[in-house]
Structures are given as structure tokens and as C-alpha cells.
């Protein structure tokens, strides 16, 4: 079975940075799109950012862009997110997604395997 499993959250400072790591197993990394999602208590979840099979497109919500890097590293079968510049608001549960298709996207309808979700809290 295709699990995902998220590390490298935690809590950080406003400003300060971190990066989320995800880890495909049961299958090859090589055949998925990935993104990059987050849930704030009482809040939809939505996209932060998507990359496509081969790393060579990229999406980004705006919130994301300039601050935050989603880069993969399909040898390794892991998909990274670098955030930095962390504000307040970058408060929530953080999940990696899979899907089928080629192509970057940050529509959470489009994916079919999902993390468990790992925390990030940012604050003083």
C-alpha cells in the first residue's frame, strides 16, 4: 500500500524556518505529482504548493510565494517543503498528497493518497 508520512514540523518562532519532509513508500515517487497542504483549527483545508512528476513545474498558492520551496527528490523518494519568513498565520497541520497525473497542482480534488499530517506552530 502507498503510504506518505510527514516530519519536520514543530515550533518555531515568527520569522524563523523550517523544512517538511515527505516519505513515499510502497510504490516509486517517480509516478506521482505531489502538494503540499494545511488545515488551521476551524478551517477548510487548501493547497500551499503542488510539483509535478519530475520536478519541472511547480505551483505555489500566494501566501507561499517567496517564502516557501517545494522540491523532490525522486531517488530518495522524498518530496520536501522549505518554509521561511514563518508568520503567525502559517499556523497548521501540514499534509502531503499523491496523484496519478503529471501535472503541478494545488487542488486538493485531484489527489488520491494522503499523509497523516504533521504540526506546525508558529509563534513567540
Known amino acids: 500500500q502507498l503510504q506518505l508520512v510527514e516530519s519536520g514540523g514543530g515550533l518555531v518562532q515568527p520569522g524563523g524556518s523550517l523544512r517538511l519532509s515527505c516519505v513515499l513508500s510502497?510504490?516509486?515517487?517517480?509516478?506521482?505529482?505531489i502538494g503540499w497542504f494545511r488545515q488551521a483549527p476551524g478551517k477548510e483545508r487548501h493547497g500551499v504548493s503542488g510539483?509535478?512528476?519530475?520536478?519541472?513545474?511547480?505551483a505555489y498558492e500566494d501566501f507561499a510565494k517567496g517564502r516557501f520551496t517545494i522540491s523532490r527528490n525522486n531517488a530518495e523518494n522524498t518530496v520536501y517543503l522549505q518554509m521561511n519568513n514563518l508568520k503567525t498565520e502559517d499556523t497548521a497541520v501540514y499534509y502531503c498528497?499523491?496523484?496519478?497525473?503529471?501535472?503541478?497542482?494545488?487542488?486538493?480534488?485531484?489527489?488520491?493518497?494522503w499523509g497523516q499530517g504533521i504540526r506546525v506552530t508558529v509563534s513567540t
Open positions: 510502497g510504490s516509486t515517487l517517480a509516478n506521482y505529482a
Open positions: 510539483i509535478s512528476k519530475d520536478g519541472s513545474t511547480k
Open positions: 498528497a499523491a496523484h496519478s497525473g503529471t501535472w503541478a497542482t494545488t487542488d486538493p480534488t485531484q489527489y488520491e493518497y
